[in-house]
């Protein structure tokens, strides 16, 4: 790789990127105050903003978006005439889950012996902040940037509260580009060129089932008193077919993945399924998690184990994901599971449901010229390898908001999250060859796409 000058420049950056990762990781920058002090994402902020006015970007600015959080923004001027090229990363970052689980502090960015670079952040999407940032450094280091940049670093997006999307709504010239590239994606395995072309939609609704005026000694009531734990626990099981497959009554669920498979052993060895357990649904795997829609109880409010007392509880009450595919409507798809919530509530038990975030799917054009010149830059990245288009089963939701705003922009997703990074998981990495590879690939992009678009 090093015998293109890009790529010996990006080698020699990457004990900067590693270090510049590790001051970025430091912030516990969750976007939700009730895990991490608001003050962390401000830090987070303040520091992608100064890492860009370094870069000599201009118009830098902390944007203030309708959620409460902030998103970093600059422009980089390029040649006269050149395209402008949008870059897309975010700083905040999933809550840690279980502390005790990670075999290194989840906010020290930790290099193991297998290599990689281990911290929450690392991949999904610090990450991409410096791949976005060497890339340029690379340019530079190389005869100048070739096209002018834009940058806009989101603080709320693992949170779905749609800050930007509403932010960008409302000032539409903002974020204008000829192309648009969104690093919060991933290869489809460690080593392949990967474009995502596809993003399942999201809604979130929390469900709460009350069924009595207070708890009551299961002694003396139990087996008449409705217990709402019981009744959440059955509206739950209502969402799931007898083979596992998401089942929410009037929401298509059988549409065929055609494109990228994904072998179930190479699936089950990603997802780390324990021996003998069985995985949920029919089709292929492509199928399940790219094409179809996919159903997740992501916490339960009831008693909690320690300190449980033998009382009949009166109120119960649960979070649910709902990851929609391409082609079907987040809105339709969120009427759908409200009423099938609302149906499926045993004994008349009193149910509420409230919509806490929603997203749209996406589907990108990967016929475009930007697909090109992104497949070329990723043959020189990876040397014999070519680049494959998969769908992925999550959620970004501003890819739909950019894609409304500006229907001629190209749209492309790439990033650090492939299997082995275990993002929103305890011990996620990165690996600091995919992000040197990626790095490459991005910086051959921006020539690329600049040469394409010259008259």
Partial sequence: MTADPIAGTIASLMPRAQAELTELV????????????????????????????????????????????????????????????????????????????????????????????????????????????????????????????????????????????????????????????????????????????????????????????????????????????????????????????TRVDGLRSDAVWEGLQYPEEDFRKDAKVLDGVGLPGEGTVADRIWARPAVTVIGIDAHPVAGATPSIPSTARAQVSLRIPPGQDAVEATELLFAHLEKHTPWGARVSVEQVGQGQPFQADTSSPAYTSMAEAMAVAYPGEEMQSAGMGGSIPLCNTLQALYPESEILLIGLSEPQAQIHAVNESVSPEELERLTVAEAHFLVNYARSKQV
């Fill in 26 to 245: 430091a912030f516990q920058s969750v976007a939700d105050e009730a895990v991490a002090p608001r003050s962390e994402c401000e830090a987070a902020a303040n520091w992608v903003a100064d890492a860009l006015r370094a870069e000599e970007f201009q118009d830098v600015a902390l944007l203030d978006t309708p959620d409460g959080s902030q998103s970093v923004y600059g422009v980089l001027p390029g040649p006269a005439g050149a395209p402008t090229v949008l870059l897309y990363a975010h700083y905040d970052v999933q809550p840690m889950l279980v502390e005790s689980a990670w075999l290194t502090p989840p906010f020290e960015l930790t290099e193991r012996a297998d290599g990689r670079w281990y911290g929450r952040g690392a991949a999904d999407c610090k990450g991409a902040v410096i791949m976005h940032l060497m890339a340029l450094r690379a340019l530079k280091a190389n005869g100048g940037v070739p096209v002018t940049v834009k940058m806009i670093v989101e603080g709320s997006e693992e949170q779905g509260t749609g800050g930007l999307e509403r932010y960008a709504e409302a000032h539409p010239e903002l974020l204008t580009a000829d192309a648009i590239v969104i690093g919060d994606a991933g290869n489809f395995r460690l080593g392949l060129p990967t474009v995502t072309a596809t993003l399942r939609g999201m809604t979130m609704v929390r469900v709460t089932v009350d069924t009595l005026a207070g708890n009551l000694h299961s002694g003396q009531f139990g087996g008449a008193a409705p217990d709402a734990l019981a009744a959440l626990i059955r509206v739950l099981d209502s969402l799931r077919a007898e083979d596992g497959s």
